[in-house]
């Protein structure tokens, strides 16, 4: 019989107790079946987290500049093939439905002077990578390149490990959309 118990530390340096099973305390893994999938959740966080820093930091690197990691992915994904954004665009292709929040981040980069608003009319309001932005995310990519490259290129096989490991976070995502979107139809009645 399988029990599930917070984890004091990742499982992967969990000690084994004295009937053999690995401390698993979590009350997220109720069951053994349940035990792989909280700890992709647990390494996704971290990982959620650490890319996330690691955006806001090699951007201040080349800039100077305090951008947060999705301020920065937004930044990147209006520059994807080097043509203009409207807000649902960069809202669908970054997986968000937050739009005040991606509005924020927009009037953050134009302020900044990365970003500027093209378009006629609100309707066909486009975003677009301005001058000092294509040069700020152009010394991003090379010094992305430069220091993730070496890191990289350390771990063989890692780019086949790469490419499954995209497959799998593309199927997770719509496992998780529809989960989501299962999930909103339980939502309790609120009273008023």
């Not at 118990?5 to 499982?11: C, V």
């Not at 959740?41 to 955006?55: H, K, P, V």
């Not at 690197?61 to 665009?89: F, T």
Request: glycine residues 6%; contains cysteine.
């Amino acid at each position: 019989m399988f029990v599930a118990r917070r984890p004091t530390a990742p499982s992967h340096v969990a000690r084994p107790g004295a009937d053999g099973t690995l401390d698993r305390r979590w009350h997220l893994a109720r069951t053994e079946a349940e035990v792989p999938l909280t700890e992709l959740e647990y390494a996704l966080m971290r990982a959620q987290e650490a890319f996330s820093r690691w955006q806001a930091e090699c951007f201040a690197a080349v800039s100077g500049l305090a951008l947060s990691g999705g301020e920065n992915a937004m930044l990147h994904v209006i520059r994807l093939n080097d043509r203009p954004k409207s807000l649902k665009e960069i809202a669908r292709l970054t997986n968000r439905d937050d739009v005040p929040n991606l509005q924020y981040a927009l009037r953050k980069l134009v302020k900044l002077g990365l970003v500027k608003l093209g378009g006629s009319g609100r309707a066909n309001s486009v975003y677009v990578v301005t001058d000092a932005g294509m040069q700020l995310t152009d010394a991003y990519a090379a010094l992305r390149a430069n220091l993730l490259g070496d890191y990289a290129q350390a771990v063989p096989g890692l780019d086949e490990r790469m490419r499954q490991a995209t497959q799998t976070l593309d199927l997770l995502s719509g496992i998780y959309e529809q989960a989501a979107r299962v999930a909103a139809t339980h939502r309790p009645a609120h009273e008023d």
